[in-house]
Structure formats: structure tokens, C-alpha cells
């Protein structure tokens, strides 16, 4: 079965360069959501979107932005890199708001030297 | 607000042991409990999960049980193999907040042969 795809893999920036994350969710699920995982620590919820409107907003930085596309795929853009934005970032996908179970991509890992 | 508190890590089985990991909850409403399991290296995978009380999950061998009265929803198997080696995080899911996860801080379990 299709999962979620997420690009790059892996990503090395300096610090206050940009990065752009992917996100493609499983087909037909509408539903997106982003979390960050440090190391060491437990996801933490980032934003999410259902029908290309974001729905909900965690400990998102304002340096970073996202928004989800008319295919449903979406993108995580990252602005002025700190040191401390390197992490596993991960994407999730689900079908219908209220629908619980969501189904995470293998992730993106992220440098900032 | 939401969380979710597990037992701090790591545990170190031999193969064939009995595991337990104990996973306990704060929600203001009714959530749905997750188990996620992540593989070194890896992202996040779903184990089971229970979306009302008294609810039993299981897959792979592994069970919990959502139990309201103690909220509490602890993960046991029977008998582990060292390919059950892994970090294992507890969630829940709030409809009326979104569906965003709250995860614990994650059980890195350590099964030896």
C-alpha cells in the first residue's frame, strides 16, 4: 500500500539559510500534519491542514511557514535556520477531519551547522 | 491541557520476557490512545490503538487496554524478540482539538538474545 512520502531524506543547511520540506500523503487522504522531533525527545506538533485550509497551529516558529496544495501535497518552509531547528521532521497524513488514526512518512532529518 | 506521561526508559530484556510499559493520561474530554512504535533510524509506525473506554487494541502481539477509570493505557506483550527493539511512544487524540497527537516522551526498550 502507498504511505506517505516525505523529501529530502536528509538535509544539511547553515545557519539563517532556508529549507523547503515535502510532504505527499497517502492518496485520497486530506488531511496534513507536520510535527518536529529533536533528539532525543517525543514529535511535537508543528500545524496541520485538511482541505488545503490550515486547521490547527502548535509551537510553530513564526520563521516557518507551510501550506497545503490543491493535490494535497504540502510544504514546510523554513526561514533564517537556527542551530536549533535540526531535527526529525515529520509528516502525517489522514482521511476526513475527525478521523483519528493519522500515518506518519519516514521522515526528514535536518542539519543546521 | 493534554498529556500523556510514560515510563522512562530504557528497559533491557532478555528475549521471550514479559513487557510492560506503562503509559497514563491527562485530557480535558475523551481521547483516542495510541501505541507508535519507531525502529532505529526509522519514523513512526502505528501500533494499535483504542478510541473508547475499555476498547483493547492489539497487533503484532502487543495489547493495551483504554482503561478511563485509571486513565491509563499500558502496552504488554507476552513474550518479546530482540526485533521488538525500538523506542515506543504513547499518544492521544482530541477530536475537539484537532486531531493533533500529544505523545509521551517515548520507552526505549532494549530486548537482548
Known amino acids: 500500500a502507498a504511505g506517505v512520502i516525505q523529501s529530502p531524506r536528509h538535509l544539511i543547511k547553515e545557519k539563517r539559510e532556508t529549507a523547503t520540506l515535502k510532504c505527499y500523503p497517502i492518496?485520497?487522504?486530506?488531511?496534513v500534519y507536520w510535527y518536529q522531533q529533536g533528539p532525543g525527545q517525543d514529535p511535537q506538533f508543528l500545524i496541520s491542514?485538511?482541505?488545503?485550509?490550515?486547521?490547527d497551529k502548535g509551537s510553530i516558529p513564526d520563521r516557518f511557514s507551510a501550506q497545503q496544495f490543491s493535490d494535497y501535497h504540502s510544504e514546510l518552509n523554513m526561514s533564517s535556520l537556527e542551530l536549533g531547528d535540526s531535527a526529525l521532521y515529520f509528516c502525517?497524513?489522514?482521511f476526513g477531519r475527525g478521523m483519528e488514526t493519522q500515518y506518519f512518512g519516514p521522515g526528514t532529518r535536518l542539519l543546521v551547522l | 491541557g493534554n498529556s500523556v506521561t510514560q515510563m522512562e526508559g530504557p528497559v533491557t530484556l532478555s528475549e521471550e520476557a514479559f513487557l510492560t510499559i506503562n503509559c497514563t493520561y491527562t485530557a480535558t474530554g475523551y481521547p483516542s490512545l495510541f501505541w507508535y512504535v519507531q525502529y532505529p533510524g526509522e519514523g513512526l509506525q502505528l501500533l494499535l490503538k483504542a478510541t473508547k473506554a475499555d476498547d483493547k487494541g492489539s497487533n503484532k502481539g502487543f495489547e493495551a487496554t483504554y482503561r478511563k477509570e485509571t486513565t491509563s493505557f499500558h502496552l504488554e506483550k507476552g513474550s518479546v524478540q530482540v526485533s521488538d527493539s525500538a523506542v515506543y511512544f504513547c499518544a492521544l487524540s482530541l477530536k475537539a482539538a484537532g486531531n493533533k497527537l500529544t505523545f509521551g516522551g517515548g520507552t526505549r526498550v532494549l530486548v537482548k538474545p
Open positions: 492518496p485520497r487522504h486530506d488531511t
Open positions: 491542514f485538511y482541505e488545503k485550509m490550515q486547521s
Open positions: 502525517a497524513s489522514s
